[in-house]
């Protein structure tokens, strides 16, 4: 079965400096998605960055990019410039990308990334 | 326009209670899901559908009941509800390729 590590539960960054969220998993697939979903105290969830396993280029959304590691099945969140707006629950996700019964997404148990002005 | 809609967005009913939560999305998507968030802000799946065909069924007790009229609505019916389901509930949709899913606001739901 497919896992997802969040090992850390709480982070805390200064505004304007760099943090790095980390992320694991566990799968014996060659082919899937990872994601990075957001959750501010709103409650919706918000896709922050996706990458796709057979792409080697770490995937890059303006201050938000990705260390993927395939090899070592790491998958964590580089959040550059903090801003406050960037305080808020961070989810790491998998998921396969075919229709069926393991089309789910797996989640991490998420991070709460807090943002000091 | 919004992308994936639940209603309502806060539900509180007494024990014993039947209710409903509605999921509708506007992006074509094939396949829609619920998930439910604990107390613990864990999120798991609950249920799957593609194409109106339950595809999906976790380990979820019987009193939860999907349904889907079409393709575009997820419906989550909970019969005798119970403190221990009181949570978050989240509809959410997804392609096959690209297929980041995309999430409702949630339906906060208490059981007092």
């Known amino acids: 079965a497919q896992t997802v590590t969040q090992s850390q539960p709480e982070m805390s960054v200064q505004e304007a400096e760099t943090v790095t969220l980390s992320c694991t998993y566990d799968t014996s697939e060659s082919d899937y998605y990872l994601f990075w979903y957001k959750q501010p105290p709103s409650r919706q969830m918000i896709l922050v960055i996706r990458?796709?396993?057979?792409?080697?280029q770490n995937a890059t959304e303006n201050r938000f990019s990705v260390n993927f590691q395939k090899a070592a099945k790491s998958f964590s969140l580089k959040i550059s410039d903090s801003q406050l707006g960037d305080a808020a629950m961070y989810f790491c996700a998998y998921r396969i990308p075919y229709t069926g019964a393991n089309s789910k997404l797996t989640f991490g148990k998420g991070i709460t990334l807090s943002v000091r002005p | 326009d919004t992308a994936v809609s639940q209603t309502p967005k806060y539900l509180v009913t007494q024990m014993g209670n039947d209710k409903s939560i509605k999921c509708e999305q506007n992006l074509g998507h094939d396949t829609m899901y619920w998930y439910k968030q604990d107390s613990k802000k864990f999120l798991k799946i609950m249920f799957s559908?593609?194409?109106?065909?339950?595809?999906i069924n976790e380990t979820v007790p019987n009193r939860f009941s999907p349904k889907s009229p079409d393709k575009a609505h997820l419906n989550l019916h909970i019969n005798s509800l119970e403190l221990g389901d009181s949570a978050v509930y989240f509809c959410?949709?997804?392609?096959?390729?690209?297929?980041?899913?995309?999430f409702g606001q949630g339906t906060r739901l208490t059981v007092v």
């Open positions: 559908y593609n194409n109106k065909e339950l595809i």
């Open positions: 959410a949709s997804s392609q096959e390729r690209p297929d980041e899913a995309f």
């Open positions: 990458q796709e396993a057979y792409k080697q």
